[in-house]
């Protein structure tokens, strides 16, 4: 048999989106925003004995409710929709048919072989439906207790409900476009997705701006550029002879007070924050060594000394600085707060010179910290921001703070 291919595109192309949680983080709520500022007619899938009529005065849908919640009473509601002409449906929430597909095998694994194949039908009826899908999905919960000291005890001051991985069949996120988890801030942090403006990016609070984003990608219908060509040739490659290190002339120690200088703050930025690799020894960070090809009538000990740049620890702390327009002597608290003071107890006990990297990073990420609290944002949710960009960038500390930015800007 011969096949035959097509040229790929966009066109007519349907979201499948998840939302997952604990219990009151906004997952009914969300999803309705977000298909109400994308779509025209909505329709959605109770599981939960009416509760999405809660929401009857701030969108306009129409419900159905299931009384049974096995896979083909999904399949059944889902081309009910698509009969009735929607162009959102909204499944809240999926994890249902999870459930009642682990009732049905019961304590008889070999029942799977019966539920696998219903199971199947659901999820290829999603991917392939008419309309676009907006999926909830009930979530595991872990705890997080704070507590102070009291009376030599630790007593609790607060628990926050924390959602891990949704409650749906294992690999799940592979049938889809968007998985994001709402935390009890309802703030969407997007765990897997095929559009790359939103990829790994947090949204608190998603609304008209975060369903633009998607909705966007869903139309765009353009062509990819083609790479320029370029003209292969031979090109004759000169022997040079191996280039000789020289050590940099020795500068004296600059404290930490004087990383904020405005000099050259085009060139500060673009290097990103980012560390230099660290020395073996004592974790510290590696003194600076340049690689320069001498000319050949000139000997190695005639060699000028070359002035030395900025090393990583004031790169970094001006970098960040510099996006989050904070001053100088907020670096200073934040060491002396982070590692004490000096003899004087004016300066920090460690100076940009003889700082590790880790010094480095928790000194950055405290003025991190004091910059989102003075925006309004609580620790938990503050800490949560600079880590998950963080893992984006790794060391760059600017652009940390610069996608952290962009993210409040929803």
């Known amino acids: 048999m011969t096949y035959s291919f097509q040229k790929a595109t966009k066109e007519n192309i349907k979201l499948r989106m998840a939302l997952y949680g604990p219990p009151g983080c906004g997952k009914t709520y969300t999803a309705l925003q977000l298909a109400s500022c994308m779509g025209k007619r909505i329709g959605l899938i109770d599981t939960e004995h009416g509760s999405s009529r809660k929401y009857a005065n701030l969108f306009n849908f129409e419900v159905l409710e299931l009384g049974k919640f096995g896979p083909s009473q999904y399949y059944n509601a889902i081309e009910s929709a698509e009969e009735s002409g929607f162009d959102y449906l909204i499944i809240d929430s999926l994890s249902h048919a999870w459930y009642a597909e682990l009732d049905s095998v019961g304590s008889d694994v070999r029942n799977w072989a019966k539920i696998r194949p219903i199971e199947r039908q659901l999820w290829d009826k999603i991917i392939s439906s008419s309309c676009h899908i907006i999926a909830t999905m009930r979530s595991k919960i872990e705890y997080d207790f704070n507590t102070v000291e009291v009376g030599g005890k630790q007593k609790i001051t607060s628990v926050r409900k924390i959602g891990t991985s949704p409650i749906q069949k294992e690999g799940s996120e592979y049938e889809l476009d968007i998985c994001g988890l709402l935390d009890d801030q309802n703030t969407l942090m997007i765990s897997k997705s095929r559009c790359p403006e939103i990829n790994n990016g947090i949204y608190p609070k998603p609304g008209k701006k975060f369903a633009e984003i998607v909705q966007n990608w869903l139309n765009d219908t353009s062509s990819p550029i083609p790479a320029p060509f370029v003209l292969t040739r031979d090109i004759a490659i000169p022997n040079v002879a191996a280039p000789v290190l020289y050590a940099v002339q020795e500068q004296p120690s600059y404290a930490i007070a004087a990383v904020a200088s ?110 989102l609290g003075v925006k309004g944002y609580v620790v938990e949710l503050a800490q949560n921001l600079i880590d998950i960009s963080s893992s984006r960038h790794p060391g760059q500390y600017s652009l940390i703070a610069s996608d952290i930015n962009t993210q409040l800007e929803f």
């Open 262 to 371: 405005n000099d050259n703050v085009a060139q500060m930025v673009s290097t990103n924050g980012h560390v230099a690799a660290i020395a073996s020894t004592n974790g510290h960070v590696a003194t600076v060594i340049e690689t320069n090809i001498p000319s050949p009538n000139v000997q190695p000990s005639a060699q000028p000394a070359i002035s030395r740049q900025d090393n990583p620890a004031k790169t970094a702390f001006k970098a960040l600085l510099a996006v989050t327009r904070q001053s100088s002597s907020k670096v200073i608290e934040a060491s002396i707060d982070l590692y004490g003071a000096d003899a004087t107890g004016l300066k920090p006990k460690f100076n940009s010179e003889n700082m590790t990297a880790l010094q480095i990073k928790e000194v950055c990420e405290a003025l991190m910290l004091e910059w």
